[in-house]
């Protein structure tokens, strides 16, 4: 049945109307409410996830951004755009690269390189973002950095390059696939010769590097940012496709054929006898000896303690590959060879090798908000962590859940269910799209087709905000401040924070730019009085909180820091303050009381 586009807005209002009601207040865990910030009439041909209150959209091969309103930001005129980072994007028109700010305003001129990094990977989007004030880019054919005012910081004058970690990016000199690799410094100084066949970026102060010995054959070892070596140049590779630093103080290297683990002094802790080793998590790691008896989970150190023989027996031995630990929980699979190819089949053990689920499925993925998407003969639903189904397998595809939400398919339409299985919003739509970026501001899109055309509409969710019940210190004062719990954590209002420190070592100023609805925050200065501090707002009971989309600017530099509006004021997490501006946190759970001193130093651990 076709539905008409007056029927549908009609249906949609009956779920969600502008004024917030809630969809699922039965269920206090993921109770929130939506509304239709627009409807389905934004003509694009591709959608992206909204951050800081903007969205990457495409129509006819030309792409741009958007606000929340649908507004066109930037305008849909370069052939490629990135994401935004610390305040600006990578764009790319006529074959020359540059950086337009969140206003669209060009802040660094589209006079560089798009080229291909050794791996075949394009630049846009990837190597080029800013990154802790650098951008990786190549001039003339050359690689170098700039920093975020476009000054060049690595000079233009190496074949090869990187991205910055931890203050040093790899750099190569030479003939692409012959260059010999060292690192340069944030002053473009190279500080570690180039000598090596490879190297990686560095993780905990230290990197694999490669040379070649006198038998022509590839080595690897381990260097510190001197470029002094840790661990000497017998290894064959490290375990990975890439170095994301020791797990749980180890990582697999292979030498003479086997593998074996070190950790960071370069020490060799278990013995190399291993065909396969997979990486730490949860005290525990995937392994393969090559023998019957040698396949499973290894403890740290090098025993068996799950076998895939004990789990699924030894009739039929077949392969199996598992996931590491998570939560409690793994992954595996096993491929069976039949008529048709080989077939593989997911299951879920615990850490006590008992099987979780009672049988096998086509695919299980990885646990998102507490669900697993689970695939059966075309049909997706969800599972708990104890292998019991939260949603059936009643859907034709289904994404997984991100802020309570997850797009599923049914009968060739998709819309949105909460972890409860409730379709929140109803499966009338074409297409629609979640938002799984890391800084997620709370944003939906659905689509409908008309006459063979998407538009695109917008949809906002919010979180429930209950007041804190919570007394808390400031060096030693009882101060009531207005505070919300969101999803377990406290949040405060931005201006009763800064009115309070105001004085002391912590202080902070606020200011709002109205033109570019900006929160600028000025450490280690005196709080400008604005008039609503310290006025009670959370003695109402419950209440709607969204994302706040609003960009945030730290002593003048873009960051990001997760706040929540509630009432048209800015909440920010508590911890999150104590982090940017320095100040100690303690926390009584006898008591319920949070101790500020502003005295003490930032630690992650209080």
């Not at 180039?194 to 054959?217: C, H, I, K, P, Q």
């Not at 055309?453 to 969710?461: F, S």
């Not at 946190?585 to 949070?594: N, P, S, V």
């Amino acid at each position: 049945m076709k539905i008409s586009k007056k029927i549908l807005y009609t249906l949609l209002t009956l779920v969600v109307l502008p004024s917030l009601v809630p969809l699922q207040a039965a269920c206090a865990e993921s109770a929130y409410s939506l509304r239709v910030v627009v409807e389905p009439t934004l003509e694009f041909d591709t959608v992206g996830a909204f951050r800081d209150g903007l969205a990457a959209v495409s129509k006819d091969g030309k792409h741009g951004y958007i606000d929340a309103a649908g507004s066109v930001v930037v305008p849909l005129e370069y052939s490629s755009i990135g994401p935004f980072r610390e305040g600006l994007a990578a764009v790319l028109k006529d074959g020359k690269l540059g950086f337009i700010d969140m206003t669209g305003s060009v802040v660094i001129p589209l006079e560089y390189e798009i080229k291909d990094d050794v791996y075949g990977l394009s630049l846009l989007g990837n190597r080029c973002d800013f990154d802790n004030g650098i951008s990786c880019l190549h001039q003339n054919n050359k690689w170098g950095a700039i920093d975020r005012a476009g000054n060049t910081v690595v000079p233009f004058i190496y074949d090869e390059g990187m991205v910055f970690s931890e203050g040093l990016a790899p750099a190569g000199i030479g003939e692409k696939w012959d260059e010999k690799w060292g690192y340069v410094d944030l002053s473009g100084e190279l500080v570690i010769p180039a000598e090596y066949l490879w190297v990686t970026g560095f993780r905990e102060g230290l990197a694999f590097v490669a040379v070649v010995d006198s038998n022509s054959e590839q080595r690897v070892g381990l260097i510190d940012k001197t470029g002094n070596v840790v661990a000497p140049f017998i290894y064959r590779k490290f375990a990975g496709y890439s170095f994301e630093g020791f797990s749980e103080g180890l990582h697999g290297v292979e030498k003479d054929g086997y593998w074996g683990y070190i950790d960071r002094e370069g020490n060799e802790v278990i013995p190399f006898i291993f065909r396969f080793v997979g990486d730490f998590n949860e005290g525990l790691a995937v392994a393969y000896t090559g023998d019957a008896r040698g396949y499973g989970y290894i403890d740290i150190s090098g025993d068996f303690v799950i076998l895939y023989d004990d789990l699924f027996g030894t009739e039929e031995r077949i392969n199996y590959y598992g996931e590491k630990f998570v939560n409690g929980l793994a992954i595996i699979t096993r491929g069976s060879n039949t008529n048709h190819g080989e077939v593989y089949k997911d299951i879920i053990i615990d850490k006590t090798g008992s099987l979780v689920l009672p049988s096998w499925y086509e695919r299980i993925y990885d646990f998102s908000e507490g669900l697993a998407r689970v695939c059966e003969t075309d049909k997706w639903g969800f599972i708990n962590s104890s292998g019991k189904f939260a949603v059936p397998m009643i859907y034709d595809r289904a994404s997984e859940f991100k802020n309570g939400l997850a797009l599923v398919r049914r009968d060739g339409k998709e819309g949105f269910i909460d972890r409860s299985g409730k379709e929140v919003i109803p499966l009338i739509y074409d297409r629609g799209f979640i938002q799984y970026d890391t800084y997620g501001d709370g944003f939906v899109w659905t689509c409908v087709v008309e006459n063979g055309i998407e538009k695109w509409g917008i949809m906002q969710y919010s979180y429930p905000a209950a007041p804190s019940a919570i007394t808390v210190l400031v060096d030693g004062e009882d101060i009531d401040f207005d505070a919300y719990n969101i999803d377990g954590a406290n949040y405060f209002k931005l201006r009763d924070l800064a009115y309070t420190l105001s004085g002391t070592d912590a202080q902070f100023d606020v200011e709002w730019d109205v033109d570019n609805r900006a929160i600028i925050l000025t450490g280690g200065r005196q709080y400008t009085l604005d008039g609503g501090e310290m006025v009670p707002g959370s003695t109402g009971g419950v209440r709607a909180s969204t994302i706040t989309n609003s960009r945030i600017y730290l002593d003048g530099e873009y960051t990001h820091i997760e706040a929540y509006n509630i009432n048209g004021y800015n909440y920010f997490k508590l911890r999150d303050i104590a982090q940017v501006f320095g100040f100690h946190l303690d926390w009584d759970g006898d008591t319920r009381t949070i101790e500020i001193d502003t005295t003490r130093g930032y630690s992650p651990s209080a």
